[in-house]
């Protein structure tokens, strides 16, 4: 079954085309960085324009890649939510509408359930059950994943997600947007242990997540301190960050008595919190899975994985859906 995946949900459009949920043939992502990068975050407006500039050609190169024509679709995948509600219609508009001319079943896509999915792109996958720690720039979760279709929340942020944190870090160290990756590379020649930063468990028995004490934390570091020491600033914040979701995961996996463990979103393309997460599950005897880094970020093929295991239960969009922003 060949499908294709839309996502616009922030400030990447992608579309791609995948095959039976694990075989992708093309995965094209043409990224807004650019331009929100003179605003220092992503501006809403800007990006539903740049979608319908992009929508276009991005759907058509990830055609032309595969090297299929439209009429030898199967099906289209498309993101419904959670996300920008602008950026978001432009994509789900541009399926419905695809789907309705070329007679094609095509399903609305929950985002996260598609980050999820983006595990069963690489090579080994794991089987479920399993737990899954949902790190992006806006969520930062903690499920029970026991089907493709089917994942229990076990926890959540209760104020900023973990990228979210990072990007905020980076803004106000002046390292510019998006956060993650500069501080990944700042903090590698910085010492993760100069920096006491606070560590917030919460309630331990259960698995949200603060990070707005990280966050400000920093901020007072720097007020006092200033930022001569950048790079030992953000290598304690991310240390602090990537050690309480590494925690938090383990103790969940430890208390489901699963033994399996995976984390997926943008966040998991961190060095640093793959590294981390490593020697913890080997410490715990639990099998660590993540998703290569072209797919941790924002795709379509991972929409259109999730959209297989969708349809093949029999659910289908109609013309009547809409998109929904939380
Ligand atoms: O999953 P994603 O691409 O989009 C959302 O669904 O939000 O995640 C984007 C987030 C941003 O906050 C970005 O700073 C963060 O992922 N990120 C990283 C890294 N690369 C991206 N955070 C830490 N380390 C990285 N290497
Ligand atoms: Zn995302």
């Given at each position: 079954?060949?499908?294709l995946?839309i996502?616009t949900?922030?400030?990447?459009?992608?579309a791609?085309?995948?095959?039976?949920?694990?075989?992708?043939?093309s995965?094209v992502?043409?990224?807004q960085?650019?331009d929100?990068h003179?605003?220092?975050?992503?501006?809403p407006?800007?990006a539903?324009r740049?979608?319908?500039e992009?929508?276009?050609?991005?759907?058509?190169?990830?055609l032309?890649?595969?090297?299929?024509a439209?009429?030898g679709?199967?099906?289209?995948?498309?993101?419904?939510g959670?996300?920008?509600?602008g950026?978001?219609?432009?994509?789900?508009s541009?399926?419905?509408?695809m789907?309705?001319?070329l007679?094609?079943?095509?399903?609305?896509i929950?985002?996260?359930?598609?980050?999820i999915?983006?595990?069963f792109?690489s090579?080994t996958a794991?089987?479920f059950?399993?737990?899954v720690l949902?790190?992006?720039?806006?969520?930062?979760?903690?499920?029970k994943?026991?089907?493709?279709?089917?994942?229990?929340?076990?926890?959540r942020t209760l104020?900023?997600?973990?990228g979210e944190?990072?990007?905020?870090v980076?803004?106000l160290?002046?390292?510019?947007?998006?956060?993650?990756?500069v501080i990944?590379?700042?903090?590698?020649?910085?010492?993760?242990?100069?920096?006491?930063f606070?560590?917030?468990?919460?309630?331990?028995?259960r698995?949200?997540?603060?990070?707005s004490?990280l966050?400000?934390?920093?901020?007072?570091?720097?007020?006092?301190?200033?930022?001569?020491s950048?790079?030992?600033?953000?290598?304690?914040?991310q240390?602090?960050?990537?050690?309480?979701m590494?925690?938090k995961?383990v103790?969940a996996?430890?208390?489901?008595k699963?033994?399996?463990?995976?984390?997926?979103?943008g966040?998991a393309a961190?060095?640093?919190l793959?590294q981390?997460?490593?020697?913890?599950?080997?410490?715990?005897g639990?099998?660590l899975f993540?998703?290569?880094?072209?797919?941790c970020?924002?795709?379509a093929a991972m929409?259109?994985?999730a959209?297989?295991?969708?349809l093949?239960?029999?659910?289908?969009?109609?013309?009547?859906?809409?998109?929904?922003s939380?």
């Amino acid at each position: 079954m060949k499908i294709l995946g839309i996502e616009t949900s922030c400030d990447e459009t992608a579309a791609a085309v995948v095959e039976n949920a694990t075989v992708v043939r093309s995965s094209v992502v043409a990224s807004q960085i650019a331009d929100h990068h003179p605003y220092g975050g992503v501006v809403p407006e800007l990006a539903s324009r740049k979608h319908l500039e992009a929508i276009t050609p991005v759907v058509a190169a990830a055609l032309q890649q595969a090297g299929i024509a439209a009429t030898g679709l199967d099906a289209i995948a498309v993101t419904r939510g959670p996300g920008l509600v602008g950026a978001l219609l432009v994509g789900f508009s541009f399926a419905k509408a695809m789907a309705v001319s070329l007679n094609l079943p095509w399903i609305g896509i929950n985002h996260l359930e598609g980050h999820i999915q983006a595990l069963f792109l690489s090579e080994t996958a794991p089987s479920f059950p399993f737990i899954v720690l949902l790190a992006s720039g806006g969520h930062t979760s903690i499920y029970k994943a026991c089907s493709p279709i089917e994942m229990i929340p076990m926890g959540r942020t209760l104020d900023d997600a973990a990228g979210e944190a990072f990007d905020k870090v980076a803004k106000l160290l002046g390292l510019g947007y998006p956060g993650g990756a500069v501080i990944e590379k700042t903090a590698r020649n910085g010492n993760p242990k100069s920096i006491p930063f606070p560590r917030t468990y919460l309630d331990k028995t259960r698995f949200d997540f603060s990070f707005s004490g990280l966050k400000t934390a920093v901020r007072r570091y720097v007020q006092t301190h200033g930022t001569s020491s950048v790079e030992d600033i953000v290598a304690s914040f991310q240390e602090a960050a990537c050690e309480v979701m590494v925690q938090k995961l383990v103790q969940a996996a430890v208390s489901e008595k699963a033994s399996r463990i995976a984390i997926v979103g943008g966040v998991a393309a961190n060095s640093r919190l793959r590294q981390m997460a490593k020697s913890e599950a080997e410490k715990h005897g639990l099998d660590l899975f993540i998703p290569e880094i072209a797919y941790c970020g924002d795709n379509a093929a991972m929409i259109a994985s999730a959209g297989f295991h969708r349809l093949m239960n029999g659910e289908r969009s109609s013309v009547e859906d809409d998109v929904f922003s939380r």
